[in-house]
């Protein structure tokens, strides 16, 4: 995975005005934390902060009063109607340090011929993995599975140095039969009154 490199400005204002304002200028407020240190709250530049969140568990290696941090997104507010940037929570991380992350759960392959539907019962998998060695997803195969087949996180392949951080029993796909509607059944009231 590669690093995103942002450059980070500390702020010293703080309420809605404050943000605000920072938010009119195409920058999202944010707080970094971790390793027992105090909480720093920064200003990041709001187009490439938009651009690094698109890919999962992005790392971003800030530059903070001319010190280089590690840090992952915690927590993402979006305006809930227009989407944008409304503030961000980071972690610090070091190189080498594990961390406990979600990563998606992609499927490749088809199932059985018949009426059979795939119910996603996890979509993402909690794993532990190296900071700087994140997986964006793990891809399973559903190829030929039929009704009451199920995969649990134990049968999903992991790239090597993650491990799972979820009960290696719990359900992550399953397979099931769809049901048929029965079609209505004609009264004999309809049938004499002709």
């Known amino acids: 995975m590669a690093e995103v490199k942002l450059a980070a400005e500390t702020r010293t204002e703080f309420g809605k005005g404050a943000a605000r304002r920072i938010r009119r200028a195409s920058k999202v407020p944010a707080v ?8 720093v709250h920064i200003t990041l530049p709001g187009h490439e902060l938009q651009l690094a969140l698109r890919t999962p568990n992005v790392l971003l290696s800030l530059e903070i009063e001319g010190k280089k941090q590690l840090a992952i997104p915690k927590a993402v507010q979006r305006d809930a109607i227009k989407g944008f940037l409304d503030h961000v929570d980071l972690l610090l991380v070091r190189s080498g340090e594990k961390v406990n992350v979600e990563v998606y759960v992609h499927t490749e392959g088809d199932l059985a011929p018949g009426a059979y539907l795939l119910e996603h019962v996890l979509s993402t998998l909690t794993v532990e993995a190296e900071a700087t060695h994140i997986p964006e997803s793990v891809t399973v195969s559903i190829e030929g599975l039929e009704a009451g087949a199920s995969i649990l996180a134990k049968d999903i392949p992991l790239p090597k140095g993650t491990t799972l951080a979820i009960d290696e029993d719990a ?21 004499t009154e002709a």
């Open 171 to 191: 359900v992550v796909l399953q397979v099931l039969a769809a049901q048929a509607e029965e079609a209505p059944a004609e009264t004999e009231a309809e049938g």
């Open 32 to 39: 970094v934390y971790g390793h027992g240190a105090e909480p």
